[in-house]
């Protein structure tokens, strides 16, 4: 889609609803920072830059980023070159001996083969390929995402259509199956076709063994009552049915139009549930057991309700729950993540009892902490902040659901469980920021794997190079792939003995010699202090292609505070991959910084952000963005503009509105505006359950009055994951402000909004308001196709 020629604010109205704004004097050249003129590339080839540097154009220029590593049966099945020339391997462990699977040109020749026409890798996109050495089958993604199977001949066959789905859950022995008709559940004895109902009184509000319709299968067909796969879980023994009863009366419903619908010259409008955090009745879940091999005999069947609290549920999935050695396990989150609990019951009476609870003011934050089963230890295992840091707890009966035993200890945080040893003597766990002084001092959020002794002791670091450690341990322990870097070395992946961390083999080096060719500027790390002038804080600085340090650059943030999170690359593939390398070509300093608020540094760190998201880290990106322009004067703080994504986009409208002397301009896509209308899960986890007072507060319509810069809006129209409503409800509060607003609404665009016409407004809007140039001009205007006759009337 091309933009048209008119000036850029009048341009957006098009596509949106938006408001002209004066535009800049444009300069023909820039000014070094002595005042001289300086030749600089013309806006045409910085924009072909910015292309270039972009998503899989730019992944195109690297070798071996991510060897995208699987053990298989006896063996390890990776990658090396990239996506425009991949080869696949199988290592054999035993002899550590290699050999070539398959290959791009491989798979291409074999679509091309199926399909009878040339398939091009743009065509084909290609991913998740995957390798059984028993069947000797490759298994891939391709197209829209169909599955696809590669036999040893060479030839590939689809096996599954990309919007496949089992409706039905077939029992483990393969010879009953559950149905769903009509919000109930049904028992099919497949031999005979015998039925029995296991439910009878289901409704649409109230369901039995249906999840709440996301918009993506209401869209995907249609209708507001899409067919759903049934939820439930068989017992391993195949006797019981584990499912649960969804109940949507009183919640508030939201509603949607899809303008330009494929295939339709009418829009169509949808209602569907939405769990949202402003919403005072959300949807809930009961659990049930049901004897199915008891109502197959007797023609009848009982409900046997699991004897815990309903639950809120806090997105549009399925509760959490499972067997275990014959019993239910049920993980139970309280609204509001005040507390966590998980529950065995007996399938039989229902019977229940809580076997673990967490309980951290002041919430629960679920994306630093987490509970799972470990069975083969006699317990649970519990990743907790309950010391403000994020350490690993061994819970059995014999400690009680409050108590447990810590397996870690210390100012550093347990971020996964990779490993439980065969023996049970040991497990092995991914933490980050173990080792930040002396000796082989490293970056807090590079991470590492150790090997953890359940008895006690100290721990053994399998990872010990002072770099990031992405890592993966196969399933009996023995072997660890490890691909290491930082974002200023190369990725190294090697193969690691799984007891003692020692490197075996090495199994591919990255290389970006051929993106270097082109005159690309590699990121910068950048460590400085919060605006308390104490906390250090790290960011990321990304220059342009053909950098000149004689020259005034303005800057560029590209923010995403979200304290369940971290923004700041630590990989070295992860710092090539980011929007900011094409961002910067336009001619800007893109930063990225990690201010407090954020993850990864224990509770401490992330605590100013408790139900502080409008101004948490706003003025530890300022401070850093000062201290970052005080060790390089070409970068101009009176120019300053910021763009993100979702919470980045809540972010970057943020960034503007509350500091408009700094922020000038602002891309918001996507954006969270009013954290009542989101998810409920993200905004809660990190305001709990708020007061409308509190929501209010954080709220950008609340500040919108303080916009004096330029600030666009982007959405799309059937975001599935932050409502629409959010960007419109931000631009009708900037109009009722007496402010200016830009807006964009791209037409059956979801979350994600980057297309090719997003990025071309993205950096005009910078352009133009930022840089005080023109864009490039558009191609030229293509003749109109001829008038189609209508029906007389």
Do not use: C
């Amino acid at each position: 889609m091309r933009a048209s020629t008119l000036p850029f604010a009048k341009s957006i109205s098009l596509v949106a609803l938006a408001w002209a704004v004066p535009m800049l004097t444009v300069t023909a050249e820039a000014r070094d920072t002595r005042g001289a003129a300086a030749a600089v590339p013309s806006i045409d080839a910085r924009y072909a830059d910015a292309e270039k540097y972009l998503g899989s154009a730019l992944g195109d220029l690297i070798d071996n980023a991510d060897v995208a590593p699987r053990f298989v049966e006896g063996g390890l099945f990776y990658r090396t070159g990239n996506r425009l020339e991949q080869h696949y391997h199988l290592l054999d462990l035993a002899s550590q001996q290699s050999r070539e699977i398959t290959s791009t040109a491989a798979l291409l020749a074999a679509l091309t083969a199926a399909k009878g026409a040339p398939v091009s890798i743009d065509d084909a996109r290609i991913a998740d390929v995957d390798y059984d050495p028993a069947q000797g089958e490759v298994r891939f993604r391709a197209f829209d995402g169909a599955l696809w199977s590669l036999d040893a001949a060479g030839k590939a066959l689809q096996v599954e259509a990309a919007d496949h789905r089992e409706m039905d859950l077939a029992s483990p022995d393969g010879k009953t199956k559950i149905v769903a008709r009509d919000f109930n559940l049904y028992a099919v004895d497949i031999a005979s076709g015998r039925e029995v109902a296991l439910t009878t009184d289901g409704t649409r509000e109230q369901p039995y063994g249906r999840s709440i319709p996301e918009l993506s299968d209401i869209l995907r067909e249609g209708t507001e009552e899409p067919a759903m796969p049934v939820s439930a879980q068989w017992s391993p023994d195949g006797r019981y049915l584990l499912s649960w009863r969804l109940d949507t009366r009183a919640v508030k419903k939201l509603s949607i139009t899809q303008q330009n619908p494929p295939g339709s010259f009418y829009p169509r409008s949808f209602s569907y549930v939405y769990p949202l955090a402003g919403a005072e009745k959300l949807p809930q879940a009961t659990r049930f057991v049901v004897d199915v091999r008891q109502a197959l005999r007797k023609g009848k069947a009982q409900i046997v309700p699991i004897q815990m609290p309903a639950e809120s549920l806090l997105y549009p999935a399925p509760p959490d729950m499972g067997w275990l050695d014959g019993k239910v396990r049920a993980l139970w989150t309280e609204r509001g993540y005040g507390q966590q609990a998980v529950y065995l019951a007996d399938p039989q009476t229902g019977a229940a009892r809580i076997v673990v609870h967490e309980a951290v003011k002041p919430v629960v934050t679920v994306t630093s902490s987490m509970i799972f089963p470990a069975p083969e230890l006699g317990g649970e295992l519990s990743i907790s902040e309950r010391t403000g840091w994020a350490q690993l707890y061994l819970v059995t009966p014999d400690l009680g659901p409050d108590g447990g035993k810590a397996l870690t200890t210390g100012a550093w945080e347990v971020l996964t469980v990779d490993n439980v040893a065969e023996d049970k003597a040991s497990l092995v766990v991914t933490g980050v920021g173990r080792e930040t002084s002396g000796e082989g001092a490293r970056n807090p959020y590079w991470r590492a794997l150790y090997r953890v002794p359940i008895a006690g002791g100290e721990l053994t670091e399998l990872t010990p190079e002072p770099l990031d450690h992405n890592a993966q341990v196969s399933p009996d322990g023995k072997w660890i792939v490890d691909q290491m870097s930082s974002p200023t070395t190369p990725t190294r992946a090697v193969l690691r003995e799984g007891a003692t961390g020692l490197i075996v083999k090495e199994l591919a080096r990255a290389d970006d010699s051929r993106l270097r060719g082109t005159g690309y500027t590699p990121p910068e790390p950048f460590k400085g202090v919060a605006a308390d002038g104490t906390t250090p804080i790290y960011g990321m600085i990304y220059r342009p292609a053909h950098f000149d340090p004689g020259r005034s650059y303005p800057v560029i943030d590209n923010v995403y505070t979200g304290p369940t999170t971290t923004d700041v690359p630590a990989t070295w593939s992860d710092a090539r991959r980011v929007a900011g390398n094409s961002v910067a070509q336009i001619g800007a300093i893109v930063v990225m910084i990690d201010g407090t608020g954020t993850s990864r540094r224990g509770q401490k760190f992330r605590l100013p952000a408790f139900q502080n998201l409008g101004e948490v880290g706003l003025d530890d990106h300022i401070a850093l963005i000062r201290q970052m322009a005080a060790k390089y004067p070409y970068m101009d703080v009176n120019r300053v503009g910021v763009f993100g994504g979702s919470a980045g986009g809540y972010d970057t409208a943020r960034f503007v509105l509350r500091r408009p002397d700094f922020f000038k301009v602002g891309v918001a896509s996507s954006g969270n505006h009013d954290l009542r209308l989101d998810k409920t899960w993200w905004p809660e986890v990190s305001m709990g359950y708020a007061d409308e007072a509190t929501w209010e507060r954080n709220s950008n319509m609340a500040v919108a009055g303080q916009l004096k810069g330029h600030l666009l809006l982007v959405h799309g129209d059937i975001d599935d994951n932050v409502p629409i409503t959010e960007s419109y409800r931000l631009a009708k509060a900037l109009m009722d402000a007496g402010r200016d607003v830009d807006l964009i609404v791209m037409p059956n665009a979801t979350h994600n909004v980057y297309r090719p016409f997003f990025w071309k407004k993205l950096r005009d809007y910078f352009t133009q308001y930022l840089l005080g140039e023109t864009p490039p001009a558009l191609g030229p205007v293509q003749p109109a196709k001829p008038a189609v006759a209508t029906a007389a009337h």
